[in-house]
């Protein structure tokens, strides 16, 4: 009865407070006005899945009102003694502040189904499907804002009892503000930038690892059990402090007693917690996890010895949640040490010829297999564990046709890194592509058996089994939506607005690039494939003959003007296998890209040679330009005649020399006729 009359007191208190409920409405109106600013942006942005990451900044600027608000009411409190004045004070004291803390719970909870309310409403008119992406946003308001604005109260407890009515509190409140907010990680990003999902340092903060990006296409937010399992933790330190301070107030052995049992217990409970969350946290948002794997392929042996000497005739993979059993059939085997490419992050637990283990060993993403005399066939088990290449978290992966998440037969790592210095600098240029961007001709049987709800696979579905012919296989269980559009299969994420509105003018626009492309050099596929899966994060593009991964890299809407411009230089890369040096490839792919979207009268940006150039010697530098110069003064025809001609010539033996005196014959009156 006591408890209930105090729950009732103090939810008066917060109603009538001009600092707890001014502090309430003031998140609500910044929320509102932040979300006016993102729609009023000129650019006409489409990160809707970032959008929840307003709330962060949020959370960071009420927080510290509610800590202070609860520090002087519970801090008069204490001071006034009344705890000590009756036998019962001390239990009188934990109710008060449970009292609080339920009162306080309860407005966040509020607060959280006000802001959920906000954001789909803001989703529904925009578009956004209905899916489990109301869900997740649902989760995520409660990892995020949820969370750390109901722990606002124990550091305003904590202050209170340990300082009471100092001047000093003020300061500590400040401290524990910019220490424990939300906004953290970014406040010292030299130091949470290195920390990674399964760091102990990770425990360290409740907020994001990067605050700007919230959302991958597919895999969702970036909520997890390894979030919720932080705040249970951070949650358990708080709630122990608190019995710790408050031990003083005890007036019996008894109560004193009582809260040295569960003291005592509460080590064993935070540590649990935090193991849990460190061994649950995903990978796929850590800036220091991307930054690892990038410097784990820097120091692979790009010169690893590989055995090629066998012919794959099928291939059968079963996934069973995150446990992949692949056998792998063989039409020839002229070898007794054969090696594939296996993404290196995935532990294999064995590899059996004839249902019998046999020896293996592993650099990088090559494996040797030592075989037995007759293997016709090899059954590989391992695990597809969530990493930032390839994440793997609430039951989401995409596991695209460029990565070896299954044995392939390749002769390289999965993933190569161009170095280069920039002339006359010490700064470094680096680019990256998967080795597997152009897929070989060669097609092989498989046959995919995966538990789960599937969102994508470019296997045609057979009875419970994907199977049929393919150059590689592509697998999505995630976030997403799917459709026919005029004999295409569209593939989209879930924070995309409904996309059978806006196909009819993305689809033609492929089609007229990849028509364009064609006419400037040889493409790997004949014509554009039939499925089509686009994304604005977290995937790689490349096109097979059979589905086109397109990945935009940006916030931009698919089909506004900005996107046009990219559609040229993205189905260059994507179908113009690379020739010559690795400047030159892209030097060509950038004069290729202008004149295509002159061709097509675009506006475009006319630049006198590409970044990349930006390593080679100035003299080198000052000729391409001349070079751009000279191919700005050439009829379209004749551009495009230049063009052809330098892809078809260019090898590694190439010089800048040859390029320019090719586009003064191309300028020559009768070279083209």
Not at 192 to 197: I, L, S, T
Not at 418 to 423: A, L, Q
Not at 548 to 567: G, P, R
Not at 589 to 614: G, N, T, V, Y
Request: aromatic letters at 16%; proline letters at 3%; a positive charge.
């Amino acid at each position: 009865m006591r408890w209930k009359f105090l729950f009732v007191f103090y939810l008066k208190q917060m109603f009538k407070s001009k600092l707890y409920a001014g502090a309430s409405i003031l998140f609500f109106v910044l929320l509102i006005a932040r979300l006016i600013l993102f729609f009023s942006d000129p650019y006409d942005m489409e990160a809707y899945g970032q959008l929840p990451h307003e709330v962060l900044m949020l959370v960071q600027m009420v927080s510290i009102f509610y800590i202070v608000f609860f520090y002087l009411l519970h801090s008069k409190e204490l001071l006034y003694g009344v705890q000590s004045f009756f036998t019962d004070g001390y239990r009188i004291m934990l109710e008060k502040m449970s009292a609080m803390f339920a009162v306080h719970v309860l407005c966040q909870g509020i607060m959280v189904m006000i802001a959920y309310g906000i954001f789909s409403l803001v989703y529904f008119i925009v578009g956004i499907e209905p899916s489990d992406f109301y869900l997740s946003l649902l989760r995520f308001l409660a990892v995020y804002m949820f969370g750390p604005l109901v722990l606002s109260i124990m550091y305003g407890l904590m202050v209170a009892m340990f300082f009471g009515t100092k001047k000093i509190s003020f300061f500590v409140i400040l401290v524990v503000w910019i220490v424990t907010g939300s906004m953290t990680t970014e406040l010292f990003i030299d130091f949470f930038q290195k920390v990674h999902a399964n760091d102990w340092k990770s425990l360290l903060f409740i907020g994001k690892h990067a605050v700007q990006h919230v959302y991958n296409s597919y895999i969702g937010f970036e909520v997890d059990r390894g979030n919720e399992l932080k705040l249970l933790t951070w949650f358990l330190v708080l709630f122990g402090m608190i019995l710790m301070l408050s031990i003083r107030w005890a007036l019996t052995a008894r109560e004193r007693n009582v809260v040295m049992k569960v003291l005592l217990v509460l080590p064993f409970l935070v540590v649990a917690s935090a193991y849990g969350s460190l061994e649950s946290n995903t990978k796929a948002f850590t800036r220091a996890d991307q930054t690892t794997e990038i410097n784990d392929y820097r120091k692979m042996n790009t010169d690893v010895k590989t055995d090629l000497r066998y012919d794959i005739q099928s291939y059968s993979i079963s996934l069973k949640e995150k446990q992949a059993t692949v056998h792998v059939k063989f039409s020839r085997m002229d070898t007794m040490k054969p090696t594939f490419q296996l993404y290196h992050a995935y532990p294999i637990k064995w590899i059996q010829a004839d249902h019998k283990r046999i020896k293996f060993a592993r650099e990088g993403d090559i494996v040797t297999v030592y075989l037995p005399e007759g293997t016709t066939s090899l059954t590989f088990r391992y695990d597809i564990v969530d990493t930032s290449f390839i994440p793997y978290t609430n039951g989401r992966t995409v596991l695209l046709a460029d990565k070896a998440w299954y044995p392939k037969k390749r002769a390289s790592q999965m993933y190569k890194i161009y170095e280069f210095v920039i002339y006359g600098t010490k700064e470094r240029l680096w680019w990256d592509e998967f080795t597997d961007q152009f897929l070989p001709k060669e097609n092989n049987d498989f046959t995919l058996k995966v538990d789960g709800d599937v969102l994508f696979c470019n296997l045609p579905k057979r009875g419970s089994v994907y199977s049929g012919e393919a150059q590689a296989v592509t697998l999505i269980k995630g976030q997403g939506h799917r459709f026919v559009y005029k004999g295409y299969q569209i593939i989209y994420p879930a924070d995309w607005p409904k996309m059978d509105e806006r196909v009819s003018t993305v689809v033609p626009q492929l089609e007229e690039a990849f028509q364009d492309v064609r006419q400037l050099a040889p493409t790997t596929v004949s014509s554009l494939p039939k499925t089509i899966v686009f994304s604005s994060f977290g995937l790689s593009s490349f096109m097979a003959n059979d589905h086109l991964v397109y990945n935009t890299n940006n916030s931009y809407a698919i089909d506004k003007y900005h996107l046009e411009q990219d559609f040229y230089e993205k189905m260059l890369r994507l179908s113009v296998q690379p020739k010559g040096s690795f400047v030159m490839y892209n030097e060509w792919i950038h004069a290729a890209a202008q004149f295509l979207m002159e061709k097509r009268d675009l506006r475009k940006i006319d630049m006198f040679r590409s970044h990349q150039s930006d390593v080679l010697p100035k003299s080198k530098q000052e000729l391409i330009k001349s070079i751009y110069f000279a191919f700005q003064q050439l009829s379209l025809e004749q551009k495009q005649q230049f063009l052809r001609k330098w892809y078809q010539e260019m090898d590694e033996t190439w010089t800048w020399d040859q390029v320019s005196q090719l586009v003064k014959e191309s300028g020559a009156i009768g070279y083209l006729h």
